[in-house]
């Protein structure tokens, strides 16, 4: 386990994941956009579909397994359902009007 040197008193911009502050560092940043289309016979199938779907995104782009575009999103079956788009980028310093 790497450990990193903390503080005596925790700072505004403290990053707890990386044992460092945010203040003149570049901030990373990731837009993503999620577009699926899933048509069935009752609510609670296309219900449980799209979160299927929508949990395997989840793995990908966790994962680190998608880089920065347009991405198909598929199924069970393999048929295509919609897309994901990912924009990674760097701005600038991490500021209090920074998204979260």
């Not at 990193?4 to 990386?18: A, F, L, R, S």
């Not at 990674?88 to 979260?100: L, M, R, V």
Request: hydrophobic share 35%; with cysteine.
């Amino acid at each position: 386990m790497n450990m990193q040197p903390v503080p005596d008193e925790p700072e505004k911009n403290y990053d707890w994941t990386e044992g460092k502050t945010m203040d003149d560092e570049l901030i990373s940043n990731l837009q993503c956009d999620v577009a699926i289309n899933i048509a069935g016979w009752d609510d609670a199938a296309i219900n449980k579909r799209t979160a299927d779907v929508l949990r395997k995104a989840a793995a990908m782009v966790e994962s680190g397994d998608l880089e920065t575009g347009f991405i198909d999103l598929r199924d069970d079956t393999g048929k295509k359902v919609g897309t994901i788009y990912l924009d990674h980028s760097e701005g600038g310093p991490f500021t209090d009007e920074t998204p979260n």
